[in-house]
């Protein structure tokens, strides 16, 4: 009876392991670890898949499968486009498109794409990672549906 319940404390502590990592952003910068709320978080959602962030194809992901952690600044990402399953759910641009934007630390930021006008309208929205710690409210995400400003690269 005693192995049984250690087996199963230790295939519980490994299950809340895993399902701890799973939302945990990957380290996409050089040097030391840093804590969260120094950094800023990177992610793919509708309509995106990362190809590389600043070049580097180690850091890719799939629509929703993607989170990496990186140092607050200037950032290109490399995304493709892909239509959702009522489309077809099917890669639609077959060149990846990069763009660069300024990220700050303490925020993610989420790339999203669909169709409009016949061609794809991309937006990359922020929002606080943290509680702003100077009040007692939490800081809101930008309200505007435009999401932040950006640069087309390729």
């Given at each position: 009876m005693l192995q049984f319940a250690r087996l199963l404390l230790l295939s519980m502590l490994g299950l809340l392991v895993v399902a701890c990592s799973i939302n945990s952003p990957k380290?996409?910068?050089?040097?030391?670890?840093?804590?969260?709320?120094?950094?800023?978080?990177?992610?793919?959602?509708?309509?995106?898949?990362?190809?590389a962030i600043d070049g580097n194809k180690e850091f890719s992901g799939a629509p929703f499968k993607c989170n990496y952690a990186v140092k607050p600044g200037k950032h290109q990402v490399t995304m493709k486009f892909y239509k959702n399953a009522k489309a077809g759910g099917r890669w639609v641009y077959p060149e990846?498109?990069?763009?660069?934007?300024?990220?700050?630390?303490?925020?993610?930021?989420?790339?999203?794409?669909?169709?409009?006008?016949?061609?794809?309208?991309?937006?990359?929205?922020?929002?606080?990672?943290?509680?702003?710690?100077?009040?007692?409210?939490?800081?809101?995400?930008?309200?505007d549906n435009d999401g932040i400003d950006f640069k087309v690269i390729k």
């Open positions: 380290k996409a910068y050089t040097g030391k670890e840093q804590p969260l709320s120094e950094l800023s978080v990177l992610s793919c959602s509708f309509g995106t898949a990362f190809v990846p498109r990069t763009i660069e934007f300024t990220t700050k630390k303490g925020y993610k930021y989420s790339t999203w794409a669909h169709i409009k006008d016949g061609a794809w309208d991309i937006k990359v929205w922020e929002w606080p990672q943290i509680k702003d710690k100077s009040s007692k409210s939490t800081k809101k995400a930008k309200s």
